[in-house]
């Protein structure tokens, strides 16, 4: 599979996939963010989601994939130590704020800093037509949050904060995006830093989360069952989630790929409104089509 995979490098084939990877990035990373921001603590969903991961990929990196060459090792530090960082304070945005006006901000800064980055490292640059679509994008993602702020009912007395954080976390999400693509190019078989990244990455949050968890009353620990469960389920959408933006920014575009990935935030008004019971009116569905047909710009301008 690596090697068809690499053969469709820069061709229109490698383009189509990396448009079907991102868009199902999209719809997955959202999904994500609902589990992290579910009915468990933030910081609890995301050690067992890192632990449930790590054991799964864990046989893949030893006996399924290739061996990392010896500067792929550096580069896999660099990644957990960034991943660390944003997964730290989206916990923390997450436990101040309601997931449907944090995580439209997070993913509204995202697709700046990352078209940005890869102009600068890749040498991939957008042209005026996409840089409207981006501009529309990032305008609906916005309105999306500002929309939810105005009608948020509760925990308005942390929300600034959360916004705060929401914002900062955004600007790691570009740098893990950029850097991670740098690191998926680096080396000759992508699985082999997918593999290796879960791995490496898995190996901070459970402890955290563990403190946490004895810290906690014993009658305000969760249940280890449906925890653990959840980390399961969280595990698997993360395999694919990542590794579907990862595989797309190898084929294609790097910034391409990050803005049609933002069209998550309409996913996760989705969810908000069918799981989470949030109230969906017209404003918010044309704020939602308003971030499609950014992507759509985008797209059509490249």
């Excluded at 004895?214 to 399961?232: E, K, V, Y």
Aim: aromatic content about 14%; hydrophobic content about 55%; glycine content about 10%.
């Amino acid at each position: 599979m690596s090697a068809w995979l690499i053969s469709l490098e820069g061709t229109e084939a490698g383009h189509d996939l990396a448009l079907l990877l991102a868009l199902s990035a999209a719809f997955l990373h959202a999904l994500f963010g609902a589990l992290q921001k579910g009915r468990h603590d933030p910081w609890l969903s995301r050690g067992a989601i890192d632990f449930s991961y790590g054991l799964m990929a864990l046989p893949f990196a030893l006996f399924v994939v290739p061996w990392p060459a010896p500067q792929l090792w550096p580069i896999l530090g660099g990644a957990f130590a960034i991943h660390l960082a944003y997964k730290t304070l989206q916990a923390q945005a997450y436990t101040k704020g309601a997931f449907t006006v944090v995580y439209p901000v997070v993913r509204g800064t995202g697709p700046l800093f990352t078209v940005i980055g890869a102009g600068w490292i890749f040498g991939e640059h957008f042209n005026a037509l996409q840089w409207f679509g981006v501009a529309v994008l990032v305008t609906g993602i916005f309105g999306l949050a500002a929309y939810n702020y105005r009608h948020l009912q509760v925990a308005r007395d942390t929300l600034v904060s959360a916004l705060m954080l929401a914002v900062v976390t955004g600007f790691f999400v570009a740098l893990y995006t950029t850097y991670d693509a740098y690191g998926i190019r680096s080396t000759p078989d992508p699985f082999t830093f997918l593999a290796w990244f879960f791995v490496v990455d898995s190996l901070a949050m459970p402890p955290l989360a563990y403190r946490r968890y004895r810290a906690m009353p014993a009658t305000a620990r969760p249940a280890l069952g449906p925890l653990l469960s959840r980390g399961i389920l969280g595990a698997v959408v993360a395999f694919f989630s990542f590794g579907s933006i990862m595989l797309a920014t190898r084929l294609d575009n790097v910034g391409e790929a990050a803005v049609l990935r933002e069209t998550s935030a309409v996913f996760a008004a989705l969810i908000g409104w069918l799981v989470l019971k949030e109230t969906v009116g017209p404003r918010r569905v044309a704020l939602m089509a308003l971030i499609a047909a950014g992507a759509v710009i985008v797209e059509m301008g490249g």
